[in-house]
T-cell receptor, first 115, second 117 residues
Framework: NAGVMQNPRHLVRRRGQEARLRCSPM?????VYWYRQLPEEGLKFMVY????????ESGMPKERFSAEFPKEGPSILRIQQVVRGDSAAYFC?????????????FGEGSWLTVV | AQKVTQAQTEISVVEKEDVTLDCVYE???????LFWYKQPPSGELVFLIR??????QNEISGRYSWNFQKSTSSFNFTITASQVVDSAVYFC??????????????FGKGTKLSVIP
């Protein structure tokens, strides 16, 4: 499967724990995006990364959320001290270029439930 | 700022009927891209189509067709002879420069399509 791979598909965390979501972009893609789908709110941009660089994090909450895309390995979206309001589907997407005119392909999503 | 409006929250049709999903967008950019994605009950987001702002040609792919009208800022999606497998939430999205160093997708809230056998 050469598509965008996300894991885990489903994750349950207690309030105060940490959640780590992983994303391997499509083969040949070096641009990664994270989007969040909250109930009743639709999909919202969180962050855009290239290898080892955060390019645009204008959609990331200022606290508890961080993202990285190391030189080797998948991109990680990390949520510290999770709260119930973090329960959502988190989608990773990738593109072969900066996004301008390039198709952005999404993974299957990671569903986080905070109990 | 970019905005995408999908006024139809839910639509139900009987199998084999045609259905059109509306999408209206707002942007000040002259160069932008429009997308449609499908989210079936299993949850993944499936890419359907991308159009750029300079190409107003309509597109047909099997039972799917898209009508892009720049004059009305609309990018509507029609499914002909709908099937039960078309049941999903459909998202229209606009890609334009965010001003913060990247091109971002702005999504509409989606239209939930139910095709009844």
């Amino acid at each position: 499967n050469a598509g965008v791979m996300q894991n885990p598909r489903h994750l349950v965390r207690r309030r105060g724990q940490e959640a780590r979501l992983r994303c391997s972009p499509m083969k040949g893609h070096s641009h990664v995006y994270w989007y969040r789908q909250l109930p009743e709110e639709g999909l919202k941009f969180m962050v855009y990364l290239q290898k080892e660089n955060i390019i645009d994090e204008s959609g990331m909450p200022k606290e508890r959320f961080s993202a990285e895309f190391p030189k080797e390995g998948p991109s990680i979206l990390r949520i510290q001290q999770v709260v119930r309001g973090d329960s959502a589907a988190y989608f990773c997407a990738s593109s072969s270029d900066r996004g301008s005119g390039n198709t952005i392909y999404f993974g299957e999503g990671s569903w986080l439930t905070v109990v | 700022a970019q905005k995408v409006t999908q006024a139809q929250t839910e639509i139900s049709v009987v199998e084999k009927e045609d259905v059109t999903l509306d999408c209206v967008y707002e942007t000040r950019d002259t160069t932008y891209y429009l997308f449609w994605y499908k989210q079936p009950p299993s949850g993944e987001l499936v890419f359907l189509i991308r159009r750029n702002s300079f190409d107003e040609q309509n597109e047909i792919s099997g039972r799917y067709s898209w009508n892009f009208q720049k004059s009305t800022s609309s990018f509507n999606f029609t499914i002909t002879a709908s099937q039960v497998v078309d049941s999903a939430v459909y998202f229209c999205a606009l890609m334009a420069y965010s001003g913060a160093g990247s091109y971002q997708l702005t999504f509409g809230k989606g239209t939930k399509l139910s095709v009844i056998p």
